[in-house]
């Protein structure tokens, strides 16, 4: 890209909530072009249910926003293959954990492609970090902020970094009496607040997974894959970080906890979170037995692009209720709005014809504009898909732009629009319309009439006009 547009387009001001001030703030990355972006992905230890899903459909929204936008996005997500969770279902399971692990993670990468999201430039593999996150602990216990127990394991003392708590705006001091202690288990609430775990000493439960390390045999808590996966593969300071709520404590405010005191430097300058997706205004989560996962859409005759549809429709910091009803609804609507796209089509008609004739449509610029004041403005993906009908419908527009302004909004919404079939015209008919163009040319108009009998007898349709032939099918 020219460097004069990329000014341009950068004069821009895209805006995004933060986590950590509360507040919707202009964005403004690290590095003027390249976005460092991490995201947490998936424990790979089950089908992960379509709550899951909306928090990497809510990242690749995102990611397309700022491509959009004309940056270059270095995106990077982990694949959580050893915790507590995946240790305890292989063993469950009697798969060694690799195997385990890698099964899920397949599946994971059949369900993006179906979700059109857009691949990651890297997705990291906890296993295969160990050594970093070793690293990480061993500075950590260097600079004192951790400490050794009993057990061989390594803590992080949350008393010793000053702003512990800063992102889910934590009260150490309203700690409950019984939270002064430490927490082993990956996952805990904020009322829990305790020293967490950075690598867990081996116990009988882990069977045989363990990595004998300077820090002993053990194997990693949770929070140190994240941070040590970012700054292996993004650098010590990067420009957002997401995840769904849930991740607002304790994830990541130990991964914060980690990063920034094993490097001394601020570590994502934006941090941003989906919101729940709910059932019977409960969130959707595997330990309440009230998911659904892309399988089930599927059974249900629901496209896993009906799904993204539906997302978009609210914002991702709302909260949005699952039912069946609403789901139905946004397949019948996102069927609706393929099919007014199919009939630009038919009219152009000539474009599936090798005449070279074909005007290549131009995006709209009113609409185009619109459409960046909304994403820009925290990813107002509601308001900029209301545009899609406005555009589809719009008298004033050509076909042709028409549909390059649809694709040029898709590059966001990720619906696959772009993949929709174009009615093929025969080639006995292109044929015969080639035939008719050239007796035209010759003013050979009975020719021309007898062609058009002909093609109209094949089932479609010959216009004259200004700009040459156009096809179109007999409704
Ligand atoms: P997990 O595999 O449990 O670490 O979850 C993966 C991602 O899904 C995390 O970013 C979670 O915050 C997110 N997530 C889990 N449940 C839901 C839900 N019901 N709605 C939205 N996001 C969710
Ligand atoms: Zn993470």
């Known amino acids: 890209m020219l460097s004069s ?9 895209i805006k995004f909530y933060n986590t950590l001030t509360r507040e919707k703030e202009e964005f403004s990355p690290i590095n003027k072009r390249e976005v460092l972006f991490y995201s947490c992905g998936p424990t790979v230890y089950n089908y992960p249910h379509i709550g899951n899903y909306r ?71 906890a296993t295969d970090y160990i050594d970093e996150m070793v690293d990480i602990v061993k500075k950590l216990l260097k600079k004192g902020l951790a400490y050794k127990s009993e057990d061989g394991s390594v803590y992080f003392n949350i008393k010793k970094f000053k702003d512990y708590g800063k992102l ?29 775990a950075l690598w867990k000493a081996w116990d009988e439960k882990d069977g045989n997974v363990f990595w004998n390390t300077v ?16 700054i292996a593969n993004l650098g010590e300071q990067i420009d957002i970080h997401t995840g769904g709520v849930d991740n607002i404590f304790p ?13 001394g430097k601020p570590f994502a300058k934006y941090w941003m979170h989906n919101e729940w997706l709910l059932v019977d205004q409960k969130r959707m989560a595997k330990s309440f037995h009230n998911f659904y996962t892309l399988r089930d859409l599927v059974d249900k005759n629901i496209s896993p692009l009906a799904y993204r549809f539906w997302l978009l429709m609210a914002n991702y910091r709302t909260r949005v209720n699952f039912v069946w009803e609403a789901l139905e609804g946004a397949e019948t609507a996102l069927k609706r709005l393929y099919n007014l796209y199919i009939e630009l089509d038919k009219d152009i008609g000539l474009s599936a014809l090798p005449t070279g004739r074909e005007q290549a449509g ?8 619109k459409f960046k004041e909304f994403i820009e403005d925290d990813l107002d993906t509601p308001r900029a898909l209301s545009l899609l009908w406005d555009v589809l419908k719009d008298e004033n527009i050509s076909n042709a732009d028409k549909k390059a302004t649809v694709l040029d909004f898709d590059k966001v919404f990720g619906l696959g629009f772009e993949n929709l079939k174009k009615e093929k015209i025969p080639e006995k008919v292109q044929k015969l319309v080639k035939e008719r163009e050239q007796a035209r040319q010759n003013k050979n108009f009975k020719e021309s009439d007898e062609l058009r009998k002909e093609i109209n007898s094949l089932g479609y349709e010959v216009k004259d006009t200004p700009e040459g032939q156009k096809i179109s099918k007999f409704k």
């Open 5 to 13: 547009q990329f000014t341009e387009m950068n004069s821009r001001k």
């Open 55 to 125: 928090a990497y459909i809510f990242a690749d929204t995102l990611k397309r926003v700022l491509m959009y936008e004309g940056y270059k996005v270095k995106h990077i997500m982990n694949l959580t293959d050893v915790d507590d969770k995946t240790i305890r279902d292989s063993q469950k399971e009697g798969r060694s954990l690799e195997e385990f692990t890698e099964f899920y993670t397949k599946e994971f990468f059949k369900d993006i492609k179906a979700f059109n999201i857009i691949k990651p430039k890297k997705f990291a593999k």
């Open 168 to 196: 889910s705006r934590l009260v150490l001091a309203d700690q409950k009496e019984n939270a002064s202690g430490r927490i082993k288990t990956d996952e805990y609430e904020k009322d829990n607040a305790q020293d967490f």
């Open 215 to 230: 820090l002993g045999k053990g194997r990693p808590g949770w929070h140190i894959e994240c941070s040590a996966m970012s």
């Open 251 to 263: 994830h990541h405010e130990n991964e914060i906890a980690q990063s920034e005191s094993s490097t």
């Open 362 to 369: 131009k995006v709209n610029k009113t609409y185009q504009n």
